[in-house]
Each structure stands twice: as structure tokens, then as C-alpha cells.
């Protein structure tokens, strides 16, 4: 099996990690030379994917196409020239551009009456502002009054629209779902944790969310799929505000961290099931009792070492995979015993979650011990989960 993974930045680690884990070959297309993917692959080719006669002979060499990106343009480009020479492209183009727009998803939200934030000016202060076209926590305000309000829409301008709506607090949530040709399925919740400026810095499985709330945001995620007669991969974000789910966002293009969560903890590899198209009993079946997993990233620094969010992954040159890197299982990292400052997303696993996080704090220890680092810093926004101050506050770390 062979495989080309469209785009070398932090989507394309994930599909290559998860290409890599299922055997097939990888090759990696990317514009720019020294991208984060390009320690994952097995093959790498330089050049624009909008150049139509090198896309053409690179997916007619391989048996399925996964773009790793989120501009329409050239995703509908892919599209084209995969049809062209026959090859199957992992888009769908149809629930990506509903997806994409946090409008048009607020509008089918209502249209099918799923709970999601409020909209101003129905919603009181504070409130969350944050472009219509934009992914994850990109470019995304908190505002806690009008004047901070008027002064934000005088510094943002005109230009492009944006979503204003409730801000709400609570643990976060999401849940992947696969469709094809009318049959959907949906794989396991996973729990989110943010960093100060509302990016995820930790993903962990799984989740703690009772079993009546994660039969709810199931109903919810095939209830959208079905609607959008989704043909491909979908996630759902959600929160839990006061006992209640509310979706944040719907993505329908190949989600960041999640996945590889997923594959930690109940081995399902969720591109071998968008692969086999339900074909396959195997790629669907769910373990008895899934391992705990605590996928997060983190930075060092002279003399600190710090959690952020996934962007600190996104501009750093070609990362690798280690194994047993500080007593963690896996991580993605730059990490040299030259450097004094590296990146690395942490993944970790035990057999419950709660022995994950004793076993991350060990993996901690370790890198503060070794880099001889005295400051440890994890930040959230105020009123968010934290899990792991509460973990390392009772084991007495750092």
C-alpha cells in the first residue's frame, strides 16, 4: 500500500504517523523544503501542489491520496487531478466548505436544533470572537465588555467576518466520525486542555465524561453526518457548560492530535477505517478496557520547561519520532542533547488514565532532572480545566 500525505506541516505528522503505524509507504509532497512531516515519510517531493503535471505523476504512483491542509483552493485542485488519473482523495468537498465556515455551521446547528453557544447580541458578556474561516484557536478573543467589544471591532476592521458568541467555560470534548455512502461510524471521545491563549496543548483518553453524555454527543456528531452525507472524516468539538454539550466547531478535513490519541489508546487507526470504507470489521472494533493516553506538547527552554499549545510544533524544522524518550512511550520532537532549547509532544500511556498521569509526572521529572531545569510552567485560561496541576499538586512534582 502506498500513500501520498498532501502537506508537510502538523496535519501531515498525524497522517504520516498513523500511515506509518499501519505499514503502508509514505509519500510526502510540500512546497517548502524542511517541513515538520518530513521525518515521517518515505519519500519526499518538493513542489506546489497547484503545479498539475507533478501532482498528476506523483497520485498516479499511489493507491490513496490524503491531503494534509485546509485551503479550498487547493484542496478542490487535489480533488480534480485525483479523479483524473483515478486515485482516491480523502476529501469531501461538499461538508469541508460547510465546515469550514463557522457560520454556515452555526446556521445548520440551528436548523437541527443542536445546543451550541449563544449569539450576540442574545448572549451576555464575556464573549468569544473569532473568524468565520478560520481553524481551531486561531485568532480567537475574549472580550468581557461592550467598550472592550467596539475596541476589538475597530482594531479587527472590515475585513473578513467574524462569529460572535457566548463564552463558555467547561472541559472540552471531541469525537471523529467516518461516513461513506450513507453508513457512518464514530470512534472514542477524547478530552481537551488549553494552554492561555486557547490553543490545545493536551489531548488525553479517555475521556472523563460519563456514558450518558457520550451516547448524547454520538446521536449529536451522526446526526450532523448524516445530514451532510458526509463522505470521509468529520470531528465534532464540544463543551460542557453547566451540565449541558454545546458544540463549539465541526471540521470536515483530517483532525490534529486526536487521532493519534485515538491509536494510543484503542489501537484503531482511524485512516485504515476511512480506508477500508467499512469493509473491514476489524477497524472498528472498540477494546474492552482502552489504555489511558496523554498526548501533549511541550517547550525547553534555558532553565524552563514550559506546556503550550500545538502551535510551538509548527515552526520548527523537520521533527522525528523517539521511543522511550524520557520514560514516555513516543514523542514528535526536534529534540537534540546538543540543543538547549527543543520542542517534543509527549505521548504517553498506562494502563487507565489515572496511571498515565503518574506516569507523566515521571517523564517530567526526568526532563527537568537531565536538561537541568529549575522553572516548570502550564498555563490555562482562567476558569478551564487543569489536569495536570491537580495530578501534580497530590504526587508533590516539580
Known sequence: MRVAVLGGKLQGVEACYLAQKAGWQ????????DVPALGF????????????????????QVDFAIPALEDKLVLDHIEAVGQAVGVRVMYD?????LSSSKIASDKLFAELNIPAPRPWPDASFPLTVKPSDASGSEHVYRV??????????NKLGEEGEWVIQEFLTGPSYSLEVIGCQGRYHVFQVTELEMDNVYDCKRVMAPAVLGQTKKNELHL????????????????????LHENKLKVLEIDARLPSQTLITVYQST????????????????????P?????????HVKVTAGKLEVWGEHIMGNVGRLHLKKGFFGADEAITNYDKRKKEWVATLIITADSLDMAWQKRTLVINAIMADCK??????????SLPNSAKRYMIRDEVI
Do not use: H
Not at 26 to 33: A, E, G, I, N, S
Open 41 to 60: 515519510c518515505d519519500e519526499f517531493f518538493c513542489f506546489d501542489l497547484m503545479e498539475e503535471d507533478k501532482l498528476r505523476s506523483v497520485l498516479s
Open 267 to 286: 489501537g484503531i487507526n482511524i485512516l485504515e477505517a476511512v480506508w477500508q470504507s467499512f469493509d473491514n470489521p476489524a477497524a472498528f472494533r472498540f
Open 26 to 33: 509514505v509519500v510526502l509532497v510540500d512546497k517548502k523544503p
Open 373 to 382: 531545569l529549575r522553572e516548570y510552567q502550564d498555563l490555562t485560561p482562567p
Open 288 to 296: 474492552e478496557r482502552p489504555r489511558g493516553v496523554i498526548y501533549e
Open 93 to 97: 468537498k461538499a461538508s469541508y466548505e
Open 144 to 153: 468581557r465588555s461592550a467598550a472592550e467589544l467596539a475596541a476589538l471591532k
Open 220 to 239: 449529536c456528531l451522526l446526526k450532523l453526518a448524516g445530514k451532510l452525507k458526509l463522505n470521509g472524516i468529520m470531528d465534532i468539538e464540544v463543551i
